[in-house]
């Protein structure tokens, strides 16, 4: 059960992002009259078949699950966090106003390619591991919808294979990977309309953090043991460690900074 004080605060929230709204609206209108074509995050996006395709099969049970975990879609916010081992994406969303997420939805991933550990030059096969970004949705995408992630982050790229780094790393539709996340076309139509959702509602950035596993403390003892030798999996999965623990704490994504040799600190 929701407190008292959080409902009247998410009351407040609530009626803020609505006069916001109308704010929008009073802005759409002087655009309009002003020759400058007006439009939404989400209209634009409806432009496409496919995104149509998911908001008519979609949107009715992801803006109830929305409500039932009190969240609205005019102030969503959302952290997506990908575990290789498990195959497993986890949505994680609250409202602008809020301080903690709430997990909304565990999504299967329907084939993952290569083995744990980060990816280091194109054609590995492997699926990037550590913190990262969407900062594209595609629309008419070979495996349906699709979002990239920023791969090459700034790490990757500092311990990479340079000049051979690779890129076009996404979560995709379909059951296929060569470095990609793939969640099958019903699943990603549900991801695809709940990003669509929180750009709408005036989130910047998306934030993806991709694990090996889900680092417990057994969990990371056993693989910190079994890849002792190699430094560069135990370097970034200590800082991975990091972040697990303390998002599993807080149910706040840390703040993460990339250092000159790769690394990153986590706070």
Known sequence: MKSAGYRVLNYFCTTF????????????LFFLVSGTPPGTFRESQLKYTRVREAFANKEKSIIKTLADHG???DSLNIYIQAFKTEKKVEVWAK????TAFTLIKEIPICEISGEIGPKRRSQD???????YRI???????KYYLSMKINYPNASDSIRGVKGRLGNLIYIHGGCESSGCIAIADDKIKELYVICIEAYNAGQIEIPVTIYPARL???TYA???TSYSKN????SLWSDLKKSYDLFNQKKVPPMVKYLPDGTHEVN
């Open 17 to 28: 992002y609505r006069y916001m709204k109308y704010l929008i609206l009073l802005f759409s």
């Open 71 to 73: 969240i609205s879609r």
């Open 95 to 98: 409202n602008n106003c809020d």
């Open 125 to 131: 096969l492997q699926v990037p591991e550590g913190f």
């Open 135 to 141: 900062n594209e949705l595609n629309p008419y995408s």
């Open 216 to 218: 417990d403390d057994k």
């Open 222 to 224: 056993r693989l910190t």
């Open 231 to 234: 430094k560069d999996k135990i």
